[in-house]
């Protein structure tokens, strides 16, 4: 399972109600106890996309630790996606962070950040193990180019794909496939079998062939269920032409791309300078975008500092509802506009024989505490 909290939502520009964008990538093990999830809620591992300014205060309202930070992917230069980088870095040194932290983005971040270490003497303690998108996804066409594997642990695995999109700048989207394996050993065929429980038992749990004391030669395959749970959702960078996503979204259980103008906004741009490259992508063209492409859940994110925080169809005033009816005209799967701090949980396991209940998103609402 992956849980979702994001960090910024505004396009741009920061507002009064929205930071600028960045989005926490927590990862979750279903098969972990009750007892051990709860005691381990702040040391869970997790990926930010993108940073962009403030994007360390806005940690601050959150569990989310920096100890706990396995990478940073940053979707292009724009400095509404990446200008938090160098003091998100600098705060993760002060709080004492030694290990190695993977930095997958352009390569003209990597320069950004030397510029900071020589004009302002910034020193990390950690390294940085800095994986330029161009190198990657130049590599030799395989079935696996462009992939970025994080093993988290041994059953707990991560591999971040990455796509091009269509903006003024080099911009990209990344995939999150999350997939956690595990063994369950088959105890009652075991005693049926007349093996009484032993350290053989355990042997075979961890997939090795084993021979009891009266000679017999146990095969783990025989005794051992192998289970896994994939996940994955798709973020993307900023882009004017959703199709790029096609590949990307085919086994995708979420979707998460800006929705920066309304499709009459869009138009008027285009109107008044039709060799404008307008960048973005309104909410109508990707509701479209994911209808046709069988997508179930869409979060719509990155909105222009003109929409409003509030949800008036009736309003003059542009709002999150003309963006929600914008793209609810040409989608109709499950739809939400994001606002920072919204935390939602995506379960690629999910039963979805009941519909109602087995939604692979849900919405868990705020992480950041009502004030009193």
Known sequence: MLKLTFLGTSAGVPTKQRNVTALAIECLNPYSSGASRQQ???????????????????????????????????????????????GLLASAAMSGRTAAL??????????????????????????????????????????????????????????????????????????????????????????????????????????????????RMLSSAEYVDNDSQRTRVVIAGDNDTPECLYAAVVDADLLVHEATYTHAVLNKIQAKNPDFDPMHSSAQLIGKFAQESGLSNLILTHFSARYQSFDNPQSRTPNMAHVRLDAQSAYVGNLWLAADFDQYIVNGAANLVDEEAGSRVQYLGSARAPKK
């Not at 075991?190 to 038992?201: E, V, Y």
């Open 40 to 86: 381990n809620k702040k040391s869970r591992p997790w990926v930010l996309i993108d940073c962009g300014e403030g994007t360390q205060h806005q940690l601050l309202h959150t569990k989310l630790s920096l100890h706990q930070l396995q990478a940073i992917c940053i979707t292009h230069v724009h400095g509404d996606h990446c200008y938090g980088l160098p």
């Open 102 to 215: 993977t930095l997958i983005a352009p390569k003209a971040i990597a320069k950004m950040l030397e510029a900071m270490r020589l004009t302002t003497e910034l020193y990390l303690p950690f390294a940085i193990e800095f994986m330029a998108i161009e190198d990657i996804l130049s590599e030799p066409n395989d079935e696996h180019k462009g992939d970025v594997t994080i093993n988290v642990d041994h059953q707990h695995q991560l591999v971040i794909d990455i796509h091009p999109l269509s903006h003024r700048v080099a911009s990209y989207g990344f995939g999150i496939t999350q997939t956690i394996s595990r063994r369950t050993l088959n105890t009652d065929k075991l005693t049926a079998d007349g093996i009484p429980a032993s350290a053989l038992w355990g042997r075979l749990q961890q997939g090795e062939d084993v021979v009891t004391e009266d000679g």
